[in-house]
T-cell receptor, first 112, second 114 residues
Framework: QKEVEQNSGPLSVPEGAIASLNCTYS??????FFWYRQYSGKSPELIMS????GDKEDGRFTAQLNKASQYVSLLIRDSQPSDSATYLC????????????FGKGTRLSVIA | GAVVSQHPSRVICKSGTSVKIECRSL??????MFWYRQFPKQSLMLMAT?????????EQGVEKDKFLINHASLTLSTLTVTSAHPEDSSFYIC??????????FGPGTRLTVL
C-alpha cells in the first residue's frame, strides 16, 4: 500500500524563522512530489512541485527531494503569520492520469 | 498553472434530495478528473477517478450508486450525490489532470445536508 507520512504537528515557529516540514513516502517508484497549503475551509493550493533530487526554490519556499531516502521536505524562510495553515505532502507514481497520494498534513502555526 | 473551477461553492439541502456538483477545467483539456472528500480536521480522501468517455473507478468503500460521476467531455465532470443524508455533509473537491499536467484542484464545494 502506498503511504505518505507527515508529522501532524502542530509545528509552531516565531515570525521570521525558518519552518521545516517533512514527508516520507513508501513507494520507491514515486516520480512526482507536491506540497500544498490548505487554509481552514479552503481547497488545497499548490505551492511547489519537484521531480528531481536536490533543491528547488521559489521565493520563500524551498522543496528538497531525496529519492534514495524517500524523503521530501519544504522549507519556508522568513515565516509570516499568514503562512499559518495545514501543509499537505502529495506523491504520484505516474502521470497526471493517476491520483495523488496525500499525507495527513502538518499544521503550521507562525507566532507573531 | 491550470485553472479548475467548481460549482456550486456551497449547497444546503434537505435529507433525501440529490445534489449535483460540477468540475470544469477552464484552460486545458482534462483526460482525467479526480473527486475527493474531506471531513473536518481530516485529510483528503480519494473517492473516484473518472476518465473522459468511460466509467469512473471508485475507491473501496465508496458507493457508486450513491455518488454518480459523469465525465462527458474533456472539460467537465459532474458528481451527483443521490438521496443525500446528513452523513454525506462534507467538503467535496475535484482535481483535473492530463498525462503531463497534474496537481491542480478546484475551490471545493461545501455540502450540508439537513
Amino acid at each position: 500500500q502506498k503511504e505518505v507520512e507527515q508529522n501532524s504537528g502542530p509545528l509552531s515557529v516565531p515570525e521570521g524563522a525558518i519552518a521545516s516540514l517533512n514527508c516520507t513516502y513508501s513507494d520507491r517508484v514515486s516520480q512526482s512530489f507536491f506540497w500544498y497549503r490548505q487554509y481552514s475551509g479552503k481547497s488545497p493550493e499548490l505551492i511547489m512541485s519537484i521531480y528531481s533530487n536536490g533543491d528547488k526554490e521559489d521565493g520563500r519556499f524551498t522543496a528538497q527531494l531525496n529519492k534514495a531516502s524517500q524523503y521530501v521536505s519544504l522549507l519556508i524562510r522568513d515565516s509570516q503569520p499568514s503562512d499559518s495553515a495545514t501543509y499537505l505532502c502529495a506523491v504520484n507514481t505516474n502521470s497526471g492520469n493517476t491520483p495523488l497520494v496525500f499525507g495527513k498534513g502538518t499544521r503550521l502555526s507562525v507566532i507573531a | 498553472g491550470a485553472v479548475v473551477s467548481q460549482h456550486p461553492s456551497r449547497v444546503i439541502c434537505k435529507s433525501g434530495t440529490s445534489v449535483k456538483i460540477e468540475c470544469r477545467s477552464l484552460d486545458f483539456q482534462a483526460t482525467t478528473m479526480f473527486w475527493y472528500r474531506q471531513f473536518p480536521k481530516q485529510s483528503l480522501m480519494l473517492m473516484a477517478t473518472s476518465n473522459e468517455g468511460s466509467k469512473a473507478t471508485y475507491e473501496q468503500g465508496v458507493e457508486k450508486d450513491k455518488f454518480l460521476i459523469n465525465h462527458a467531455s474533456l472539460t467537465l465532470s459532474t458528481l451527483t450525490v443521490t438521496s443525500a443524508h446528513p452523513e454525506d455533509s462534507s467538503f467535496y473537491i475535484c482535481s483535473a489532470g492530463t498525462n503531463n499536467l497534474q496537481g491542480f484542484f478546484g475551490p471545493g464545494t461545501r455540502l450540508t445536508v439537513l
